[in-house]
T-cell receptor, first 114, second 115 residues
């Protein structure tokens, strides 16, 4: 009974490179959320997706960040041309949607930009 | 706009005693949900307990209970019989509106259980 899976757990990038973070939701869950946690802070919502649809991206920076949840495969959070301020923990959560609203979180990906 | 406030940056409790972690919220939407998550030093986010705005009774899950006072807009987490493994950061979060919406998190409370 696997929970939410995220990989990689740790990612190191140099400024200007691209970062790709993956998230596989819990079995039976069709809703995926991405959150960012800066050091010493709470989590901040970024984007909410269902299969092949972005439902709410109000927390996503306008530039360099994108997310997708294709019909097949994991959800991807992509950060282009990373900067030092992108260093953070990125958490993915999933929920079943209708009939269940609790969001279950993955272990997170710690991104460090050098 | 919705807001979650946790006013206790850090709390200490003696092992086997009960502790209350405070959380107040602000929203004008009558439909909302309140959540508590635990984040140990290893970093993962663990779901603890949920309370819906229309729930008549306070939620309980094992040693965790949620003291929901709707008029005061508070949703305090009570941990009974604290254990050393309870030492962690605790976050209160709120979801506003229908199901499947973003969560708004508080700034967290660092709980330390003393032997």
């Amino acid at each position: 009974n696997a929970g939410v899976m995220q990989n990689p757990r740790h990612l190191v990038r140099r400024r200007g490179q691209e970062a790709r973070l993956r998230c596989s939701p819990m079995k039976g869950h069709s809703h995926v959320y991405w959150y960012r946690q800066l050091p010493e802070e709470g989590l901040k919502f970024m984007v909410y997706l269902q299969k092949e649809n972005i439902i709410d991206e109000s927390g996503m920076p306008k530039e360099r960040f994108s997310a997708e949840f294709p019909k097949e495969g994991p959800s991807i959070l992509r950060i282009q041309q990373v900067v030092r301020g992108d260093s953070a923990a990125y958490f993915c959560a999933s929920s079943p949607g209708l009939g269940g609203e609790t969001q279950y979180f993955g272990p997170g990906t710690r991104l460090l930009v050098l | 706009a919705q807001k979650i406030t946790q006013t206790q940056p850090g709390m200490f409790v003696q092992e086997k005693e009960a502790v209350t972690l405070d959380c107040t919220y602000d929203t004008s939407d009558p439909s909302y949900g309140l959540f508590w998550y635990k984040q140990p030093s290893s970093g993962e986010m663990i779901f603890l307990i949920y309370q819906g705005s229309y729930d008549q009774q306070n939620a309980t899950e094992g040693r965790y209970s949620l003291n929901f006072q709707k008029a005061r807009k508070s949703a305090n987490l009570v941990i009974s019989a604290s254990q050393l493994g309870d030492s962690a950061m605790y976050f209160c979060a709120m979801r506003v509106g229908g199901s499947a919406r973003q969560l708004t998190f508080g700034s967290g409370t660092q709980l330390t259980v003393l032997p």
